[in-house]
């Protein structure tokens, strides 16, 4: 469920993007909703898995509440294939969900306990998720869902490294993990780094267009057309704070 249909958001009046970090081997992207990452964030996930790191995503939700003419239980299995199919353009191979509700998940410790407990299995050093503000910027206002899986994430990061919050994971074996160095937030209004958007695009666009069933449901435009005009648009916009580079946005927490 993308919400971010609302054009470019790059604040031109900022400072310029400084190149994401580099020195680092795995990865673990934490999102709501099936298409939340190839919205913008796959082109940088292509470029990570070219230089040989590991991506693994990990979804709160199958999307099954994202398409008005599907029910959930006839969605989910679709929109579930359609994430794997998509991260495979990128070349990532690992895609969990969690089974969290779509379009109801909630803030709290359950959801950060499910994404500490991934962030422990897969022991990344790079955490990235979706815009956790209540905006894209200006009045385009965000969905819950992402607010929620955003913000746990963030506080994910530290739970995962901390023995005595969630101990019942210590007792499934999942000893802590206090090695994840940054959080990157695709998509957020307040972005302070960038990734070089040119080496992944035409994989970003059809890692898009793989969520074939949502994109038709969701535009009479040609979806080939869509999905590349929304992606370029963004990366352009972005490409003024980045030296003229067409480049994905991240807001990066440093732990
Ligand atoms: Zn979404």
């Keep these: 469920m993308s919400d971010q249909e609302s054009g470019p958001t790059a604040r031109q009046e ?20 099936p298409d939340d990452l190839e919205y913008g964030g796959s082109a940088a996930v292509a470029a990570w ?24 239980d006839v969605c989910a299995p679709l929109r579930e294939a359609e994430q794997r199919a998509s991260a495979r353009v990128v070349g990532v191979s690992q895609v969990e969900f969690l089974d969290h509700r779509d379009g109801v998940v909630e803030y709290g410790t359950t959801l950060r306990r499910d994404i ?20 894209w910027g200006g009045v385009a206002w965000n969905t819950p869902d992402h607010v929620a899986v955003g913000r746990a994430t963030l506080d994910a990061a530290a739970d995962a490294g901390n023995r005595w919050i969630f101990p019942e994971l210590v ?10 160095r940054w959080v990157a937030v695709a998509g957020s209004p307040e972005p ?44 352009r916009a972005a490409s003024e704070r980045f030296g003229g580079v067409p480049a994905v946005t991240f807001e990066l927490f440093p732990r």
């Design 171 to 180: 007792e499934q074996g999942l000893e802590p993990w206090d090695g994840v």
């Design 192 to 235: 302070t780094h960038a990734v070089d958007a040119t080496p992944g695009m035409e994989r970003a666009v059809r890692s898009l267009l793989e969520h074939r069933t949502y994109i038709e449901a969701l535009t009479d435009e040609d979806p080939e057309v869509y999905c590349r005009a929304f992606l370029t648009g963004h990366a």
């Design 49 to 72: 898995t070219d230089a040989g790191r590991e991506v693994v995503y990990v979804l709160a939700t199958r999307g099954e509440a994202g398409i008005a003419t599907l029910a959930p």
């Design 14 to 33: 900022a400072g310029p993007l400084r190149p994401m970090p580099e020195d680092w081997r795995r990865a673990l992207v934490a999102v709501a909703h």
């Design 116 to 135: 500490a407990a991934a962030i422990r299995r897969h022991r990344p050093e790079l955490v990235v998720t979706l815009n956790h503000r209540d905006t």
